[in-house]
């Protein structure tokens, strides 16, 4: 094989950063902290992003498209919002380059093009948009508003990894406006449950829901919702969060609305988020030492077909055929590709597709032209099958389903493997270093425990699970009362 | 009516920028020359980019993403590129704030987070996808490179009008790379055609497909293909652009591939773009006083339908007979409104959706139900008809291709009208005053003359057409021996 992908158990840092490589999904920038989104990549994002689109659409929303510049004036508004992300913030403080006087051919930042207040380049768009919002209302008529953006944001992180923290990274971030505390809470919770069935039913990734500590929490937010998932190293990773503002916002930038009564009251606010580090995500979950492992709902490439043949007469018989069965194929809606390019032999387009995870491929040689079949192999299991030609469009769409539940299944059963209970201190320490995974254990709901337990192990509160069960136990470090479990684990 | 329209003869510009903000399209916003895109004049922009995505594909191209950022260094290698956008760019010099210790509260640039090397917010980005497009390309087996982009993008402007100029817009940008000279060419003039295509078959906007003078091209090109619309107020608009680009990128960021007789040679370039100024060329060429006109091909509601009743009776009746309507209508892929909402009159709706442009306007009462027909109003003519419930969706179908073709033939009948010969230098300046439109005169050739005629008319040579006729003449200015006439407007 050309490219040889480093083992998860080698080293799992560098196994994700060949599959993203070597599996062709994004590239490394001359801008520090930013990544090339190939085409590949991108065609995997594009079809994340029709699908949550429309699910986005089908509950009501529609898309919008605010400013990437925040002023700092309005930035600073909500103070919990921007201290929380004010370290990480590109700025923007000239408006003009001239010639270096000094370096011939060289440009220098103009001094005399300052500008006179610095803009922020969004690390999410709070700001911005509830000035705007500031002005669209004014009465309970006014209200929900119900908006979505597709937009770049910059977050200045120290360490960055392709696709999983970047310094910037595509997102969408919707902002609703309302009426009742009751019916920001409900949109909230609507959208978390919109992310649970985005990431279970298309990426094939279980996720647990729930909510976050203190600690975690969104800078701004009263509660942050979030799903979690579990990455085959045994860590959690954050993959969509769902916040409710409270009036923080309303109240920040003065938006209040005239109910029924005429009573003027603050707007209630949610905002909510996934960004590409979804594809992150979706590679660590799935894929293997030969490469990525995509779910068929989502691959940009569903099936490869490759011909095998000698010479030029059965090049055209396979051709003939396949040519038929891509048609039959397209025709169910089947993202199909026929590879025939004769640059690269079999072997190579099997280990190149392999590589980039396509769920099926199709072989088809002379002999099974005259035998009237093809070999079908699926890339999750790497089982092999003789299929007939003969309704083979059907039986593809089925294997296709069958791939999306199994790597599902897998997935699930992992996960379901490492949400292990901790009673005592050491038992915690010990399947955090040795099995990995959930730990699930009591803790006496104080942000200075959970932020001992931070420094001492690394491990973070995930979340507390959405209708987590209520029991009476004692908090795995302090020894306080404790009231429920929370899941805790190191994370991405 | 609730909202008033400023009359086209009274204040042209002003009538525009109430088209857009009345009209629910776009807002200002707390940044300087920013907008905001609302979620109808987003939905437009979705339409249109779907069907520009569609083309793209179509013609071999996939769409990827490069960063927002450009490192100087990067920005000022092409130098003919550096200097046309040096005096535009928004610079990024730091990546952190910090509490400001004067102003509780407050935030501040920290000075001791200053990038080494500041960063330019791309105002297009050949740049840093040539810097990384070289990477990619070894041999002539990894050409050609058929890559879109789409991406916000910033130029610093002076003077802002909402979607014609703005600091920030949204745009595609195609950057492909290829073998040969004459594959490059093609390749700019392949892209040419699917805007032209584009502009005249979506937009219903006739366009003139010609080719830039030196003074317009784009800064780093060596031909600038254009597409150039007539407004009504007879000022051209520069519509879209595709320009060969030579080797010059190639030359600035080393890029060399080896040919089949492994021969080093440079990659030839072109890029292309087109953005959210489409959205104000779609305004202008086709709006009337009362409000916008949108092409039923892009239209994001292409039919309203509005009840009109007393009392819940009639209300009940109309609401089932409408409901077997939308079905229909929405199965033959119309994309209809159904506006119940009883917070309005008739009237006032009629008005809103005359001023949103929404194509087709289908009133219906108790007496219309009562004879099985409803009432239609086609937005660009008002002209009003009774039409039988019996086969709606099908003749609704034929209307909106109807009203596409005429408000399509409208414009080319304006523009055919404003094309007019200009032989001396007195013709010349009193067509520009008083008639308007493109000027079609004799030049030397020189860009001394070009420039000398803007400085003293304000017109710009808009482009030499493609197959433009050779006939000898005088220049218009200098009196100089002439080839071909080309079109002079002012513009936008």
Known sequence: MSKEITSREQDYSQWYNDLIIKGGLADYSAVRGCMVIKPYGFALWENMRDVLDKMFKDTGHQNAYFPLFVPKSLFEAEEKNAEGFAKECAIVTHYRLKNDPDHKGKLMVDPEAKLEEELIIR???????????KGWIQSYRDLPILINQWANVVRWEMRTRLFLRTAEFLWQEGHTAHATQQEAVDETVQMLNVYADFAEQYMAMPVVKGVKTANERFAGAVDTYCIEALMQDGKALQAGTSHFLGQNFAKAFDVKFSDKENKLDYVWATSWGVSTRLIGALVMAHS????????????????????????????????????????????????????????????????????????????????????????????????????????????????????????????????????????????????????????????????????????????????????????????????????QRVLFARAY
Request: overall charge negative; charged content about 30%; aromatic content about 6%.
């Open 288 to 483: 293997d030492d030969d490469g990525l492992i995509l779910p068929p709902k989502l691959a940009p490439i569903q099936v490869v077909i490759v011909p095998i043949y000698k010479g030029d007469e059965q090049k055209q018989m396979i051709d003939e055929k396949v040519q038929v069965l891509v048609k039959e194929l397209k025709a169910a809606g089947v993202k199909v590709k026929y590879d025939d390019n004769d640059n690269n032999r079999p072997g190579w387009k099997f280990a190149e597709y392999e590589m980039k995870g396509v769920p099926v491929r199709i072989a088809i040689g002379a002999r099974d032209l005259a035998n009237n079949v093809v070999e079908v192999a699926r890339r999750d299991t790497k089982e092999k099958m003789s299929m007939s030609i003969d309704g083979l469009a059907g039986n593809i769409i089925k294997l296709l389903d069958d791939i999306q539940s199994a790597i599902y299944k897998k997935a699930y059963d992992y996960r379901a493997a490492h949400i292990t209970n901790a009673d005592t201190w050491d038992e915690f320490v010990k399947l955090l270093d040795e099995k990995t995974g959930f730990i699930a254990a009591h803790w006496d709901g104080t942000p200075e425990t959970e932020e001992k337990i931070k420094e001492l192990t690394k491990a973070t509160i995930r979340c507390i699970p959405l209708d987590n069960k209520q029991e009476e136990g004692k908090c795995i470090h302090s020894g306080n009362k404790s009231v």
């Open 123 to 133: 690390p999410t768009s709070e700001a911005i948009i509830w000035n705007t919002y």
